[in-house]
């Protein structure tokens, strides 16, 4: 019953900001850990950044770490990700996706039972 949808996608320059939206309906996200995971052509999904149910424990990969940030409202269901300094290698669809179970490893794909969409991200000049 849970679906999400993201949002916020787009043409934006090296070096610049960009923040996408994951809303979600059906169920109270509070409950579930949130992953965002992005998938450039012709290579593999990964995962990016990763919440807890709480929002005080985040997980990122190595190539974000430092420029982009994770977090989520609760309230309004809704979790984000603020990209910064941005590069041309993080031209790729992002996705999010949610587990009501926990996670050893939340980067992981394996895990998560609901996706959304995705939504396209660009990085050029």
């Known amino acids: 019953q849970l679906q999400l949808v993201e949002s916020g996608g787009g043409l934006v320059q090296p070096v610049g900001s960009l923040r996408v939206s994951c809303a979600a309906s059906?169920?109270?996200?509070?409950?579930?850990?949130i992953g965002w995971f992005r998938q450039a052509p012709g290579k593999e999904r990964e995962g990016v950044a990763c919440?807890?149910?709480?929002?005080?424990?985040?997980n990122y990969a190595d190539s974000v770490k430092g420029r982009f940030t994770i977090s989520r409202d609760n309230a309004k269901n809704t979790v984000y990700l603020q990209m910064k300094t941005l590069k041309p290698e993080d031209t790729a669809v992002y996705y999010c996706?949610?587990?009501?179970?926990?996670?050893?490893?939340?980067?992981?794909?394996?895990?998560?039972?609901?996706w959304g969409q995705g939504t396209q991200v660009t990085v050029s000049s």
């Open positions: 996706a949610a587990s009501i179970r926990y996670i050893t490893n939340c980067l992981l794909t394996e895990g998560y039972i609901t």
């Open positions: 059906g169920g109270t996200l509070d409950y579930y850990v």
């Open positions: 919440i807890s149910r709480s929002g005080s424990g985040t």
